[in-house]
């Protein structure tokens, strides 16, 4: 078996929801067989306080049930007001308000010198539904067991939280002047969307309390196989969802007095031949430096193939996308049917059968034209094609050097050896809703997770311990770099 063949063949990450449609990588990174290098070292962390009390508010955070149906925001958003106010910040430099006094945000600005515009912090409160009885442990209790914390949130995203409330609370206590004011936005209903949205709110009723040069929030995170840090992984672009419904109407009738003029007929065509269709292949200047990157660590046929397609090659990306579904939603926009119904009596001609499409397109493809595409696709005047809602695309963050530079910076000092790769996620964090309103979002972390034990949304999410530390220490250590007056 060749080297790509090998590594084609290599299983995929097991993703959640969020994993796989959210934050999924870029690339399926390589196999462990590929990677040189030695294992990582020991790592740097912070002091021992600091790491209590990181620990102390992700403890807090966890153990306040902020699920977007059963839960509450406010209790996360007043717990963090508490600890600032407890560590000297001012009344007037602390915000916690939002559209509903149950979905409340919390906003802080650390003052700087103002030479340049504010960094922004973000991170979501609100999580995804978790059932005691789904769950080996109440997954509203943070449990530290063999090297991981266990509860629901751990990951996603209360442990970015937790750790910007902590940093904050640190610089105040070192007394670091940053040479630009650093925000700190913990907001709601992430998961849930919907009205409630803290990052949609705060934009449409607060844009000053959040106006920023960039933002650091969630949607990049370290990738590392059977204990071997991999890349720490940069989020640069995100593609965004569109939901189209496929509906046939009838006049039905008597099933004993069949026709070919069937409404299940004509929607089960337009599913076949949607099926069978793939959005034309393309990189843009974000994926492509994802390939550029990773074809860096791969040698022989691999090496170049990963090279072709960053380079444009339509035949490498023809390859390579038959070769992994990651690759393939990597590189084209997507549609695929997600819910059927039809059909009202089991002794009757349908009069109705209907489909949802689920579409994640690329930022650059704009909703009409996936409208239009589609309506090419099904190519039957008896079926229709409805956009339900409408989520427009963000444009991508500029591949900003100081950014780059300064993340490679950091995770060269933590992991030695450790790609930094920019990517593209497959679904939507709230970093679109910041783009599309001028704030550039990079999604970085800091946090490794095992690429086959990803449990964000699922059953016993959880965090390693050492790795929510070392966390800690890089968010610490990057913030500050992005923040310092330069020097010549």
């Known amino acids: 078996m060749s080297t790509l063949n090998t590594f084609m063949s290599t299983p995929r990450r097991l993703y959640s929801e969020k994993a796989s449609m959210k934050h999924a990588l870029l690339l399926p990174l390589l196999i462990t067989a590929l990677v040189s290098g030695s294992p990582a070292r020991a790592q740097i962390t912070r002091p021992a306080p600091e790491q209590i009390l990181a620990r102390a508010i992700y403890k807090e955070f966890i153990e306040i049930p902020s699920g977007f149906t059963t839960g509450a925001t406010t209790p996360v958003a007043r717990a963090a007001a508490a600890r600032l ?48 009885e789904d769950w080996s442990m109440d997954p509203f209790k943070l449990i530290e067991k063999d090297g991981y914390f266990y509860g629901r949130g751990t990951g996603d995203d209360k442990a970015q939280a937790a750790v910007w409330i902590a940093n904050l609370i640190q610089y105040r206590k070192e007394g670091f002047k940053p040479d630009r004011d650093i925000i700190v936005a913990l907001t709601a209903d992430e998961e849930g969307g919907g009205p409630f949205n803290g990052v949609d ?66 929607l089960a065509g337009a599913l076949d031949r949607l099926s069978r269709f793939g959005f034309p292949l393309k990189t843009n200047e974000v994926t492509a430096e994802s390939f550029r990157q990773m074809s860096k660590i791969e040698t022989g046929a691999t090496k170049a193939l990963l090279e072709a397609v960053a380079a444009g090659s339509h035949d490498a990306m023809e390859r390579v996308a038959k070769a992994a579904p990651l690759y393939n939603a990597t590189l084209r926009t997507t549609c695929v049917a997600t819910m059927l119904e039809g059909g009202h009596a089991m002794n009757a001609l349908p009069q109705l059968a209907a489909a949802t499409v689920n579409c994640r397109v690329l930022p650059d493809d704009a909703a009409d034209y996936v409208k239009e595409t589609l ?22 963050s500029p591949m900003r050097a100081d950014v780059l530079q300064a993340v490679t910076e950091v ?75 330069t020097t010549t």
């Open 85 to 132: 106010k407890a560590a000297g910040f001012p009344d007037a430099d602390i915000h916690v308000d939002g559209p509903n006094p149950r979905k409340a945000n919390l906003v802080v600005r650390y003052h700087g010198t103002g030479a340049r515009k504010p960094l922004l912090l973000l991170a979501h409160t609100d999580v995804v539904e978790a059932k005691r």
């Open 375 to 396: 309506q090419k696709v099904v190519a039957d005047t008896q079926v229709s094609v409805t956009l339900l809602g409408n989520l427009t695309a963000g444009p991508s």
């Open 201 to 266: 709110w705060l934009l449409a009723h607060h844009r000053d309390w959040i106006d920023a040069d960039f933002a650091l929030n969630e949607g990049g995170w370290g990738d590392a196989v059977n204990g071997r840090r991999i890349a720490n992984d940069i989020q640069v672009s995100e593609k965004y969802v569109l939901n189209f419904r496929l509906e046939s109407r009838n006049k039905g009738g008597h099933s004993s007095l069949p026709v070919a003029d069937n409404a299940i007929y004509h």
């Open 411 to 485: 995770t060269q000092k933590m992991w030695p050896g450790v790609l930094t790769v920019p990517i593209m996620v497959m679904g939507a964090t709230d970093g679109r809703a910041l783009r599309a309103a001028g704030i550039p979002t990079y999604g970085i972390q800091g946090f490794f997770f095992d690429r086959d034990d990803i449990r964000f949304h699922g059953r016993d999410e959880r965090m390693g311990v050492q790795s929510f530390y070392e966390g800690q220490a890089f968010l610490f250590d990057l913030v500050k770099r992005l923040s310092r007056a």
